[in-house]
T-cell receptor, first 112, second 118 residues
Framework: QQQVKQSPQSLIVQKGGISIINCAYE??????FPWYQQFPGKGPALLIA?????SEKKEGRFTISFNKSAKQFSLHIMDSQPGDSATYFC???????????FGGGTRLMVKP | DAGVIQSPRHEVTEMGQEVTLRCKPI?????LFWYRQTMMRGLELLIY????????DSGMPEDRFSAKMPNASFSTLKIQPSEPRDSAVYFC????????????????FGPGTRLTVL
């Protein structure tokens, strides 16, 4: 019930391409869906977040798409750059963001 | 702001020894989280404090693990006795729980402590 399933585990994209990472959840009480970005040797940092009453949120090259009926959400990175190479985690919470359940992570490599 | 501060950054110890990890949350934050990250299990929430009170410790793997938050600016995670399977990166995160209608309570992570138990 608390799981958040993330795919793929790893992703290789050419510079300028679109990176797409998908997540699915089961708990319908979840109402906060952030994405975190983690560089090697660093802690995760919030990248972008969405609430379930909107279907899409865009910040620069990063877009979250949300499908409430399917209980799925995804991260799209447009014009992917080598500097985007990192591990990305989706997460979900049902109590205003305080206790996050994280997906398993996706290691993204953007080739120059 | 200095961000979340964790110490030590690296810890190497032998099986059976006591290990204490330390965390200083961002000033003014009222929620603190301890996570463990491994390749096999990903990022796991161990325990969560709100206003220095433990709210949920269901993620603490066993009695060998304990966490305290004696005041708003300091928390410890202790492992006694340590075992090789405890080797992981341990993160502390803090947030300001505003009680808003939806999640704007961003968690800010520290740099982590890499623990190796031989």
């Amino acid at each position: 019930q608390q799981q958040v399933k993330q795919s793929p585990q790893s992703l290789i994209v050419q510079k300028g391409g679109i990176s797409i990472i998908n997540c699915a959840y089961e708990n319908t009480a979840f109402d906060y869906f952030p994405w975190y970005q983690q560089f090697p040797g660093k802690g995760p940092a919030l990248l972008i977040a969405i609430r379930p009453d909107v279907s899409e949120k865009k910040e620069g090259r990063f877009t979250i798409s949300f499908n409430k009926s399917a209980k799925q959400f995804s991260l799209h990175i447009m014009d992917s750059q080598p500097g985007d190479s990192a591990t990305y985690f989706c997460a979900a919470s049902g109590d205003a963001g305080n206790m996050l359940t994280f997906g398993g992570g996706t290691r993204l490599m953007v080739k120059p | 702001d200095a961000g979340v501060i964790q110490s030590p950054r690296h810890e190497v110890t032998e099986m059976g020894q006591e290990v204490t990890l330390r965390c200083k949350p961002i000033s003014g934050h009222n929620s603190l989280f301890w996570y463990r990250q491994t390749m096999m299990r990903g990022l796991e929430l161990l325990i969560y404090f709100n206003n220095n009170v433990p709210i949920d410790d269901s993620g603490m793997p066993e009695d060998r693990f304990s966490a305290k938050m004696p005041n708003a600016s300091f928390s410890t995670l202790k492992i006694q006795p340590s075992e090789p399977r405890d080797s992981a990166v341990y993160f502390c995160a803090s947030s300001l729980r505003s009680g808003s209608a939806w999640g704007t309570d961003t968690q800010y992570f520290g740099p982590g402590t890499r623990l190796t138990v031989l």
